[in-house]
């Protein structure tokens, strides 16, 4: 069974400092990994997909890696506007369905 | 370019009703998948549809059930609720039935059952 765990559950930066949150996956076969944002009262919105280990995709101040276990999305100089739960998500080779992890709360303070 | 539609947006049920939920697609995408968001749980893949076919079920019991129709809208029904049955109920679509990842979101249906 594909098996997704996110550490921390939360998070507190203040702003500018840097810090990387963590994905640790468990799939038969990876098609791929992704990663989401969610804000309070709305639904996910994509922000990654990667599909093999040593991957990396960048937007903004965010980056996301994969290494053949866990994913890391590296936040640069966050700003408060960063805040929100970050859900990562994969897909066995296997399987039409994605399976999430439970998120990282992430609150950047001014 | 609109985004996924989802209707309505709250409700409040009673034990032993039955709700339908709505989604509509963004214009051009044919599939559409829906996912129960809990606290404790997390996302959780209910079940997704293309061209007015299942595709794919996730593991739920056979209260919750759903249907698309040919202009890709998709409901979701739940009979005979439950107090465990309170979540947030996301649709998500996608452009083609290529196996992608890359979902968007609806904003949701908050249930909540008394």
């Known amino acids: 069974e594909d098996q997704v765990t996110q550490s921390p559950e939360a998070l507190r930066l203040q702003e500018g400092e840097s810090s990387s949150l963590n994905c640790s996956y468990t799939?038969?076969?990876?098609?791929?990994l992704f990663w989401y944002r969610q804000d309070p009262g709305k639904g996910p919105e994509f922000l990654f997909t990667?599909?093999?280990a040593g991957e990396e995709k960048e937007k903004e101040r965010l980056k996301a890696t994969l290494t053949k276990k866990e994913s890391f999305l590296h936040i640069t100089a966050p700003k408060p506007e960063d805040s929100a739960t970050y859900l990562c998500a994969v897909q066995d080779t296997g399987r039409r369905a994605l399976t999430f992890g439970s998120g990282t709360r992430l609150q950047v303070q001014p | 370019k609109a985004g996924v539609t989802q209707t309505p947006r709250y409700l409040i049920k009673t034990r032993g009703q039955q709700v339908t939920l709505s989604c509509s697609p963004i214009s051009g995408h044919r599939s559409v998948s829906w996912y129960q968001q809990t606290p404790g749980q997390g996302l959780q893949f209910l079940f997704e549809y293309f061209s007015e076919t299942q595709r794919n079920k996730g593991n739920f019991p056979g209260r919750f059930s759903g249907r698309q129709f040919s202009n890709s809208r998709s409901e979701m029904n739940v009979s005979t609720l439950e107090l465990g049955d309170s979540a947030l109920y996301l649709c998500a679509s996608t452009i083609t039935g290529v196996q992608t990842g890359e979902l968007f979101f609806g904003e949701g249906s908050r249930l909540t059952v008394l």
């Open positions: 990667l599909y093999s």
């Open positions: 799939v038969s076969g990876l098609r791929g």
